[in-house]
């Protein structure tokens, strides 16, 4: 079945920097888009951006550029995601989410997120 | 940016009852590119609706999604008690996606 399996917990000082992975299994990875998506604790869910794993072509919100760099390994079905210059309120969940590139589609499914604490 | 605005902030219903929970957007959301999902405590949020009206694999038929262009609506026709968690709308098929704020469904 089609599973996103993203990479463990971090702590991080602020000015740091971290990266996430998700790896993809039981689809063709380079078909869909990967998304991510944090929610810090309590909060709503916010789009950071998306990867083409395909063509490796992004696109961040506006919110992160300059300070996010997503990226994908084809040959073993896994994206990244680094957010640099950490801060303390990036403290979050970050989820992996793929969606569809040939025709618009909603995020299906979710990877179980990694928690990024950023803590002096 | 197209905005969503969900609403109630939280809804407090028993079981059995039925849900009806509100999503706005500030322009036309074309293409009913519009999606719902469900989040309870510790998990990841989990599809219930795309297209602002199909249901999205495995989904009970008690969860219905409606509305066009601006206005939008996920009901639960009776309430079971593992349906008491977060529920986001989003816009997709574009950036920037966007989610609403989420309405909160606790029982009462």
């Known amino acids: 079945q089609v599973q996103l399996a993203q990479s463990g917990a971090e702590v991080k000082k602020p000015g740091a920097s971290v990266k996430v992975s998700c790896k993809a299994s039981?689809?063709?990875?380079?078909?869909?888009?990967m998304h991510w998506v944090r929610q810090a604790p309590g909060q709503g869910l916010e789009w950071m951006g998306w990867i083409n794993p395909n063509s490796g072509g992004t696109n961040y919100a506006q919110k992160f550029q300059g300070r996010v760099t997503m990226t994908r390994d084809t040959s073993i079905s896994t994206a990244y995601m680094e957010l640099r210059r950490l801060r303390s309120d990036d403290t979050a969940v970050y989820y992996c989410?793929?969606?569809?590139?040939?025709?618009?589609?909603?995020?299906?499914?979710w990877g179980q997120g990694t928690l990024v604490t950023v803590s002096s | 940016e197209i905005v969503l605005t969900q609403s109630p902030g939280t809804l407090s219903l028993s079981p059995g009852e039925r849900a009806t929970l509100s999503c706005r957007a500030s322009?036309?959301?074309?293409?009913?590119?519009l999606a719902w999902y469900q989040q309870k405590p510790g998990q990841a949020p989990r599809l219930l609706i795309y297209?602002?009206?199909s249901r999205a694999t495995g989904i009970p038929d008690r969860f219905s999604g409606s509305g066009s262009g601006t206005d939008f609506t996920l009901t639960i026709s009776r309430l079971e008690p593992e349906d008491f968690a977060v529920y986001y709308c989003q816009r997709y098929g574009s950036s920037p996606y966007t989610f609403g704020q989420g309405t909160k469904l606790e029982i009462k």
């Open positions: 297209g602002a009206s």
């Open positions: 989410a793929r969606e569809p590139i040939a025709v618009a589609g909603p995020f299906d499914p």
């Open positions: 322009q036309s959301v074309s293409s009913s590119y």
């Open positions: 039981g689809y063709t990875f380079t078909g869909y888009y």
